[in-house]
């Protein structure tokens, strides 16, 4: 089912018993596989309706039972999800929840209203975000985590509560980059994560250091930027 609001691009395939509904607006090549939802209305006892949006770049992959939900912020809600994503089966993503380019969310994994989910990042099976609860570019988050505090880009965290483990060496790999760029994100991981002093002294050290190096600044911003404190390490 299609409702009247919805906007497809070019080439969408939208499967049997799937509903795609509210004021959603789809780019091209995407794939909704059989009783997805994707545009309802979010699960916020708050919201009482209004303009409530979602916006879908390309060739995302939704399998089946993803529950994808419009925003429901006042005055005006919006979930955006970028390009080439895949949400495995029973996958959800909540009102107002920014997710970016190429993410992979396997099967059952969840995140609540405001999140957001930076480029590349991989969600694994059962995972559980944390309300306005950020997933850096790049960071790989273990099956089953509980996710109730920022984890930053390239890292890879686990457990209930979630707590950084190491470098996410793997994916970088994965996603070209080169070796030596992945031995100093390993040095700038321990020199954040496992040296003393205060966390501002262990940025204007990574900072002074490496600050000219790829994903530096993003890793340094990212950080600065947390309103719910970092996941520990």
């Known amino acids: 089912m299609i409702g009247e609001g919805v906007r497809l691009g070019r080439d969408n395939i939208v499967g049997p018993h799937a509903v795609v509904e509210g004021d959603t607006e789809i780019g091209d090549r995407n794939h909704i596989f059989q009783f997805a939802s994707v545009g309802a209305q979010p699960q916020d006892l708050k919201f009482s309706g209004g303009n409530s949006r979602l916006r879908i770049g390309d060739g995302n992959v939704f399998r089946e039972h993803v529950t994808i939900h419009s925003g429901a912020a006042r005055p005006l809600g919006v979930t955006t999800i970028g390009d080439g994503n895949l949400f495995m089966a029973n996958a959800h993503v909540a009102h107002d929840c920014r997710i970016g380019s190429h ?62 483990v ?65 996941a520990a390490a």
């Open 103 to 164: 993410t992979r969310f396997v099967n059952g994994a969840m995140i609540a209203g405001y999140g957001e989910v930076g480029d590349h990042a991989f969600l694994s099976g059962l995972v559980a975000v944390h309300q306005f609860t950020r997933i850096g570019a790049y960071a790989f988050v273990a099956a089953g985590a509980m996710v109730s505090q920022d984890v930053p880009p390239f890292c890879l965290a686990q457990g209930d509560r979630a707590r950084l």
């Open 166 to 230: 190491s470098l996410n060496e793997v994916g970088l790999r994965r996603n070209g980059f080169i070796e030596a760029d992945v031995l100093m994100l390993r040095k700038v991981f321990r020199m954040l994560f496992r040296h003393g002093g205060s966390k501002a002294e262990r940025m204007a050290a990574v900072s002074h250091s490496y600050g000219e190096r790829r994903g530096v600044d993003q890793l340094l911003t990212f950080l600065s930027d947390s309103k719910r404190g970092l």
